[in-house]
């Protein structure tokens, strides 16, 4: 099956400044990479997506990068908020289009 | 995200008991997946179901079994619960297409005593 690593497992930043999470990924036939955020307490939520055919994408303060080359791909948040603290989950599509997910990182924004 | 739906929210239960946790969604998505959360382990795939007469294993599906009711329900049992089975279980359901949004439930807490 797919295999999906994060790094780092837990990341600390001051607030207002930038966070980068990065995943590999082991399946060259994946195509989709979808970024989740999981509040504590809260079902894990979309928050930005990229397709193999792409680069880069942005929302906002949010984007996402993805080498398919090196087949790794990063989440970054810029000018960090307190509300961006969560567990973040980087997912890839394999076999029948499932997604496979990789152990979540967890985001600590200090105030 | 009140389009997919689980019960009970928790639930506290001993060993060697039979437990089933039901999820409904209203989005019309053929495909449902049952997970499973432990801190530090991410998201563990359980079961999933392409439609309602496709049934699969996922990578921890030693001790649970499924039940796909109709397109909007799918069920998870634990036939004999024991203590390590305690976890956090979502429900997800997502489209066919590649792209598709895979929405999550609400999850339900399970402790098994």
């Known amino acids: 099956g797919e295999n999906v690593e994060q790094h780092p497992s837990t990341l600390s930043v001051q607030e207002g400044d930038s966070a980068v999470i990065k995943c590999t990924y082991s399946?060259?036939?994946?195509?989709?990479f979808p970024w989740y955020k999981q509040e504590l307490g809260k079902r894990p939520q979309l928050i930005i997506d990229?397709?193999?055919?792409?680069g880069e994408k942005k929302d906002q303060r949010i984007a996402v990068t993805l080498n398919k080359t090196a087949k790794h791909f990063s989440l970054h948040i810029t000018e960090t908020q307190p509300e961006d603290s969560a567990v973040y989950f980087c997912?890839?599509?394999?076999?029948?289009?499932?997604?496979?997910f990789g152990k979540g990182n967890q985001v600590v924004v200090i105030p | 995200d009140a389009d997919v739906t689980q019960t009970p929210r928790n639930r506290i239960t001993k060993t060697g008991k039979r437990i089933m946790l039901e999820c409904s969604q209203t989005?019309?998505?053929?495909?449902m997946y049952w997970y499973r959360q432990d801190p530090g382990l991410g998201l563990r795939l359980i079961y999933y179901?392409?439609?309602?007469?496709?049934?699969n294993k996922g990578e921890i599906s030693d001790g649970y079994s499924v039940s796909r009711q109709a397109q909007a329900k799918f069920s998870l049992s634990l036939e004999s619960a024991i203590p390590n089975q305690t976890a956090l279980y979502f429900c997800?359901?997502?489209?066919?297409?590649?792209?598709?949004?895979?929405?999550f439930g609400p999850g339900t807490r399970l402790t098994v005593l």
């Open positions: 997800a359901t997502r489209g066919a297409g590649y792209t598709d949004t895979q929405y």
């Open positions: 399946d060259s036939a994946s195509n989709y």
């Open positions: 990229i397709r193999s055919n792409v």
């Open positions: 997912a890839a599509t394999y076999g029948n289009n499932r997604l496979a």
């Open positions: 989005k019309g998505h053929d495909r």
């Open positions: 179901s392409f439609d309602v007469k496709d049934i």
